[in-house]
């Protein structure tokens, strides 16, 4: 695998990873782009959703990571998957371990859903709010590879 170049020769991407094509869920009939994240130091698989507004955690990953403990930046009812969900904003760091290349971490602002029950096996998501607006992106369908790198 190599990295994307702008044409004077600079990397648009610093790092890449393989993506799986697939339901997300055992009920979903959808196919999605799922990846590994690592969210503060908790490895999970993440939905990438550009409709999402902010990534969004999976309260059994943000207990796993701590993040059930941080003061909210701001409490909100969100309407994910069809469910009214109430939950915090908070800031967190999010990494793209990279297949090809160097790893990127982000601080990004996330929602996370108060109640598990609710969540069922629905996995965390990747919003374009927060998280991709703060990285350079590009999906290849071909070879099911994510692009990525810093904006500056």
Same mark, same amino acid.
């Given at each position: 695998?190599?990295?994307?170049?702008?044409?004077?020769?600079?990397?648009?991407?610093?790092?890449?990873?393989?993506?799986?094509?697939? *339901?997300?869920?055992? !009920?979903?009939?959808?196919?999605?782009?799922?990846?590994?994240?690592?969210?503060?130091?908790?490895?999970?698989?993440?939905?990438?959703?550009?409709?999402?507004?902010?990534?969004? =955690?999976?309260?059994?990953?943000?207990?796993?990571?701590?993040?059930?403990?941080?003061?909210?930046?701001?409490?909100?009812?969100?309407?994910?998957?069809?469910?009214?969900?109430?939950? !915090?904003?908070?800031?967190?760091?999010?990494?793209? *371990?990279?297949?090809?290349?160097?790893?990127?971490?982000?601080?990004?602002?996330?929602? =996370?859903?108060?109640?598990?029950?609710?969540?069922?096996?629905?996995?965390?998501? =990747?919003?374009?709010?927060?998280?991709?607006?703060?990285?350079?992106?590009?999906?290849?369908?071909?070879?099911?590879?994510?692009?990525?790198? *810093?904006? !500056?």
């Amino acid at each position: 695998m190599s990295l994307l170049l702008f044409p004077d020769g600079e990397y648009f991407a610093i790092g890449a990873i393989n993506y799986a094509y697939r *339901p997300a869920t055992t !009920s979903d009939t959808t196919n999605r782009i799922v990846m590994v994240v690592s969210v503060e130091d908790s490895i999970t698989e993440a939905v990438l959703d550009t409709g999402a507004p902010y990534p969004i =955690i999976a309260p059994k990953i943000a207990k796993q990571a701590g993040l059930d403990r941080v003061e909210p930046l701001e409490r909100k009812t969100m309407l994910v998957r069809g469910m009214r969900l109430e939950g !915090s904003i908070i800031r967190l760091n999010m990494t793209l *371990p990279a297949d090809d290349g160097e790893d990127l971490t982000v601080d990004a602002t996330a929602f =996370i859903p108060d109640v598990e029950e609710y969540w069922g096996d629905f996995p965390s998501f =990747i919003g374009q709010i927060g998280f991709l607006e703060r990285i350079r992106y590009a999906v290849n369908p071909v070879t099911d590879t994510f692009y990525f790198g *810093p904006l !500056s």
